[in-house]
């Protein structure tokens, strides 16, 4: 949801158009988009400055491209943990552009506009056995 439709639902809050729980309510619609098996938030990325993270074990393949494609359609970038080779294959086939980080077992599909990149983080593992840990971190 923009600042000026955010600022409309606070100015009909003040002339009692609405109440703050129609005015909740309508918020929720605009910033949640509901799949049938999940219900996505679509807003977290201007709320919180990171985008929505999709959790892959237990989902199946079509289900984490459908979230991908439903978070790309907002505008936002898309970043799915847990995931296996088979089923980054089925969200790079319909998302070209997503690209597979298969020691992380971590996809990513970048936003519109990148964000800029600020300073630098340092991703430090004890030994081989950290190092799908290390590389989900460094994505």
């Known amino acids: 949801m923009d600042r000026a439709t955010l600022e409309a639902l606070f100015d009909q809050v003040a002339r009692g158009e609405r109440t703050p729980a129609e005015a909740a309510d309508a918020a929720s ?24 993270v999709i959790y892959g074990a237990g989902k199946s393949g079509d289900q984490i491209r459908q979230l991908v494609g439903a978070l ?16 980054a294959a089925i ?17 990513h599909l970048a936003g519109p506009t990148p ?4 300073g630098l983080v340092a991703v430090v593992c004890a030994g081989t056995s ?4 290390a590389e989900e971190v460094a994505v």
Request: glycine content about 6%; proline content about 8%.
């Open 115 to 118: 964000r800029p990149e600020v």
């Open 130 to 133: 950290d190092l799908p840990v």
């Open 29 to 52: 619609a605009w910033t949640t988009r509901d799949l049938g098996f999940a219900t996505l938030d679509t807003g977290r990325a201007s709320r919180l400055d990171h985008p929505e």
């Open 91 to 107: 969200v790079q086939a319909a998302w070209p552009a997503a690209r597979w980080h298969p020691l992380a077992g971590v996809l």
């Open 72 to 87: 790309a359609e907002a505008g936002q970038a898309a970043l799915v943990t847990r995931l296996d080779a088979e089923k």
